[in-house]
């Protein structure tokens, strides 16, 4: 299928594997709204990609989020075709050196937010009969890794999120679909600290964002009556 004429909100759409999609997505005719906290770098983006839309935001913040599906629906003059739940943040640290507070935030912003928008968009997709929720996982989605209590919290929940989405939304013509991939080689690694580095995957072994977004496009790209329920990324 064509995705030419279509819409997108990619949430985390600065950088990373969020703005390989957007630009993916963005070349394959689809009008792209990208969402993100850093405005600079969202908005240099919007101005690479044709029709795109820059909408800053701070998905961990519910007020800025309350208001976001209101500002993207008047910007498309209608909710969008579909959704790329992508925006999340990741940290390595042991269970007992984890603070609740960044538990918390960590789950607010990997698996309350994205829940937001899905609670927020999909009515309106089942109304139309169509709409598309892709939700971008993690290896860490279904692996228990040391220091990773935050992260693999959110994404095992993620990842029952989208199981329940779709067991909802079959037959309704709005599919669900889960791309879960390996480490992705992004500048999330630049913040992790020497001594973790040594028991993660080296860089030039990791997967590209651009990867990532050729998996999406694939996903979004078959026909109506054909779902990918769950598509799981590694390195050759």
Request: one cysteine or more; charged letters at 25%.
């Amino acid at each position: 299928m064509t995705l030419r004429g279509r819409t997108a909100l990619i949430t985390g759409a600065s950088r990373g594997i969020g703005a390989a999609i957007a630009r993916r997505l963005g070349a394959a005719g689809v009008r792209v709204v990208l969402v993100a906290r850093s405005d600079v770098l969202l908005r240099a983006l919007a101005e690479s990609i044709e029709g795109a839309i820059a909408v800053p935001c701070d998905m961990s913040d519910r007020a800025a989020l309350a208001g976001l599906v209101q500002e993207v629906t008047d910007r498309l003059a209608g909710a969008p075709d579909i959704l790329v739940n992508n925006a999340g943040g990741f940290f390595i640290a042991p269970a007992v050196e984890t603070s609740i507070d960044a538990f918390r935030e960590t789950l607010e912003l990997n698996l309350a937010a994205p829940f937001a928008l899905v609670h927020e968009i999909v009515p309106t997709m089942r109304r139309r009969g169509e709409g598309h929720v892709v939700t971008i996982g993690s290896i860490a989605d279904r692996v228990a890794f040391p220091g990773n209590i935050a992260y693999a919290s959110s994404k095992f929940g993620l990842r029952a999120l989208h199981e329940v989405l779709r067991a909802e939304l079959k037959g309704t013509g709005v599919r669900a679909s889960l791309v879960s991939p390996g480490p992705v080689d992004t500048d999330l690694w630049d913040a992790i600290e020497e001594k973790d580095r040594a028991a993660l995957t080296p860089r030039a072994e990791m997967l590209s964002a651009e990867a990532v977004a050729d998996a999406v496009q694939f996903v979004l790209s078959l026909r109506p009556d054909v779902n990918i329920d769950e598509l799981r990324l590694s390195h050759s």
